[in-house]
């Protein structure tokens, strides 16, 4: 199976064109050949991090080729199923059958109360709303039925959340800023699962010819995401070390790349397409050494 790379997309409020930006640099990993799309959703965020994610895949569906197009992840307790059944079985029609749905059961309290969602049952209700959701494509009878069958996958955490993204998840989703905690989260997932399904790694990266350009373009935007992160749990963010990070040049980046899929044996990884406050022309020079150096290296590497 030849490994397949994606982009995580974001959209904030950073000012003018920004939006517009974001559609443009998907528009460019469609043409230049990546695989996958991913879009976040995040509540009542000072910046305005992505809140709709599946109406931005119907603008982005409208606006690219052959990129699939998912969520990453669409938190599910806080929707109905059979809205997120109908609504994802129209992005496939619409979309010629590039959509995946990847859910997770969120963590976020004051998301859960801002929705009215019991964030004590949001394992249950991730669980009753994969099904729901597959048991509503499968009938026809209260949705437009799908093109195909639609893939779910689901995101994990700790061990129980990973037993529970393995056993409802065509596929798991893992996030981790950096490979170390990646490989330590897939090892993880072996530990409380016999047999894990496909396992999609997401991260960061970012590429340079000069890797102190790269460190010192990069380095804000990962000190954002690490606070973000950190804010949700009530915890202070890691100290940055730039060796820790998927950061440098194409040359370098494969080579660890190279080494995560022989730790983690990903299907597909996907990195943030433009880290905040990244400028545009920036995350485009980024996003084209990966097509033509990163990609190209890791998967002759990876075939060996």
Not at 3 to 20: I, N, T
Not at 45 to 61: F, W
Not at 123 to 130: F, I, N, P, T
Not at 214 to 225: H, K, R, S
């Amino acid at each position: 199976m030849t490994v397949e790379f994606g982009v995580l997309v974001d959209v904030r409020e950073e000012g003018a064109g920004y939006s517009a930006e974001r559609i443009e640099e998907v528009m460019l990993a469609d043409r230049l050949g990546f695989d996958g799309a991913w879009l976040s959703e995040h509540h009542l965020t000072p910046d305005g991090m992505l809140p709709s994610p599946l109406v931005m895949a119907g603008v982005l569906a409208g606006r690219t080729e052959r990129i699939r197009i998912g969520t990453n992840v669409l938190v599910l307790p806080l929707h109905h199923p059979l809205r997120v059944a109908e609504d994802v079985a129209v992005l496939d029609l619409v979309s010629g059958g590039r959509i995946a749905l990847g859910v997770g059961q969120g963590y976020a309290e004051r998301e859960f109360a801002a929705f009215g969602a019991d964030r004590r049952r949001r394992g249950v209700l991730l669980e009753d709303g994969v099904r729901r959701i597959r048991e509503a494509w499968s009938s026809g009878d209260v949705t437009p039925k799908p093109r195909a069958e639609i893939p779910i996958y689901a995101a994990g955490v700790t061990a129980a959340g990973l037993r529970r993204a393995a056993r409802v998840g065509d596929g798991v989703i893992i996030y981790c800023a950096t490979p170390a905690d990646l490989v330590a989260r897939r090892k993880l997932l072996d530990e409380v699962v016999d047999d894990p399904p496909p396992l999609i790694c997401t991260g960061i990266l970012h590429v340079d010819d000069d890797p102190d350009r790269a460190w010192a373009d990069a380095a804000p935007g990962i000190a954002y995401l690490e606070g973000e992160i950190a804010s949700y749990g009530g915890t202070e963010p890691p100290p940055l070390h730039r060796d820790d990070y998927l950061v440098g040049t194409p040359e370098d980046v494969a080579a660890r790349l190279i080494d995560l899929h022989a730790a983690t044996q990903f299907v597909h990884f996907a990195h943030w397409l433009r880290l905040p406050t990244l400028s545009h022309e920036a995350a485009v020079r980024s996003l084209e050494l990966v097509a033509r150096r990163v990609i190209p290296a890791v998967r002759a590497g990876v075939s060996r």
